[in-house]
């Protein structure tokens, strides 16, 4: 089968069950996977239309019922390790597309908590780590093809989707090594250049939800970061405050290692960088959307019913609802808030 012509892709004919009979089934099947087999498991299975029972959200209020399973999960000594989706050519299956969103949910279900997901659209084939939900790698079919399958991006994609987690997080740290720095290397380096207008208060970014008093610019310490270490790199801050250098560290793909004297900064850096249980979150995040559903007026006149009580809705000028507060009702509370403000300083 290395000898498919992928020029043949632009053919109108070939659509999603091409994608999946000509290349998705080939690569499995080379790649050593076989039909899942519960009374006589395998080190590397694969299960097709696997029946998920959980709903699942897409985005923050667009709810999707199954009306389809994902087309193939992987099973590495077992256990789920990545679920595949095909499309059809010319589909979008990168970053953020509604494929990619549709593939991470079903990665996440609590049945499968898959580490790795992953789309094919015949031209492109890509792996996703779920917990980050980042893209790894993006491989081109027809590479994956090319020499009778021995070649780099397929060994690659092989130890992707055949290794066991464990055993695959080793190699990938392993690889990831850079050799020690001497002294000389980082006074040699050159300095970053000043950024002017520093993030302190970006709201995108974690730290915005956190008031340590020693809090610094988390690009001011991301660009250091950069600049000053490799990847697989370990940071030591050992005067950590408010964690933006572990945290920093781990985000750009670093060690990171945070002390500090005070409980309440290893408290903050802690609960920022915990490990989070997707599946759970996920879960919690359908029990709000419901909540939502039941609560959120189901009309303007429930709407203003509801804000009548309100005391202060500066919002509330919305071609949703219409004007509710008055700009002058606004302005008091407005000059209500500063009063207050200056009566707090004077005190
Ligand atoms: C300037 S702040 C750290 C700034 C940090 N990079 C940030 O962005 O938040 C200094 C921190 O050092 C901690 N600290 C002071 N003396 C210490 C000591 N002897 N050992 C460990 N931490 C100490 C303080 O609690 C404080 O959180």
Request: hydrophobic letters at 40%; one cysteine or more; charged letters at 25%.
């Amino acid at each position: 089968m290395e000898s498919l012509n992928f020029s043949g892709l632009d053919n109108k004919d070939f659509k999603e069950d091409s994608v999946r009979e000509f290349i998705i089934a080939v690569l499995l099947k080379e790649l050593g996977f076989v039909d899942r087999d519960l009374k006589n498991p395998k080190p590397l299975e694969l299960a097709l239309s696997l029946k998920i029972t959980s709903p699942t959200i897409l985005g923050s209020n667009e709810k999707i019922t199954f009306t389809r399973f994902p087309d193939y999960v992987l099973y590495v000594d077992c256990k789920p390790h990545c679920v595949l989706d095909a499309k059809a050519p010319k589909v979008k299956i990168d970053w953020q597309s509604k494929a990619e969103r549709q593939a991470f949910y079903y990665a996440i279900n609590p049945e499968l908590k898959a580490p790795f997901y992953a789309l094919c659209n015949g031209e492109s084939f890509m792996l996703f780590a779920t917990n980050g939900q980042s893209l790894l790698k993006e491989f081109s079919c027809e590479e994956l093809f090319a020499n009778g399958f021995k070649n780099k991006s397929f060994a690659l994609l092989r130890q992707y989707l055949t290794t066991p987690l464990e055993s695959l997080k080793q190699t990938l740290a392993q690889d990831a090594k850079t050799p020690q720095k001497s002294e000389e290397w980082y006074l040699n380096r050159e300095l970053p250049r000043a950024i002017v207008n520093p993030k302190k208060q970006a709201k995108a970014r974690y730290f915005g939800c956190t008031a340590y008093f020693t809090r610094q610019s988390w690009d001011i310490v991301t660009q250091n970061i950069k600049n000053f270490t490799d990847k697989g790199d370990v940071v030591l801050d050992p005067f950590g405050g408010s964690g933006v250098s572990a945290i920093e560290a781990m985000v750009n793909g670093r060690i990171g290692i945070h002390t500090d004297l005070n409980p309440l900064s290893i408290f903050m850096a802690k609960a920022l960088s915990v490990k989070v249980d997707l599946s759970a979150l996920y879960d919690l995040g359908e029990e709000i959307l419901k909540e939502f559903e039941n609560l959120k007026p189901k009309n303007e006149k429930e709407a203003k019913e509801i804000l009548k009580g309100a005391k202060y809705y500066p919002n509330a000028l919305d071609s949703e609802f219409g004007e509710i507060a008055t700009q002058k009702q606004q302005d008091f509370q407005e000059m209500s808030f500063c009063q207050r403000g200056a009566m707090w300083i004077a005190f």
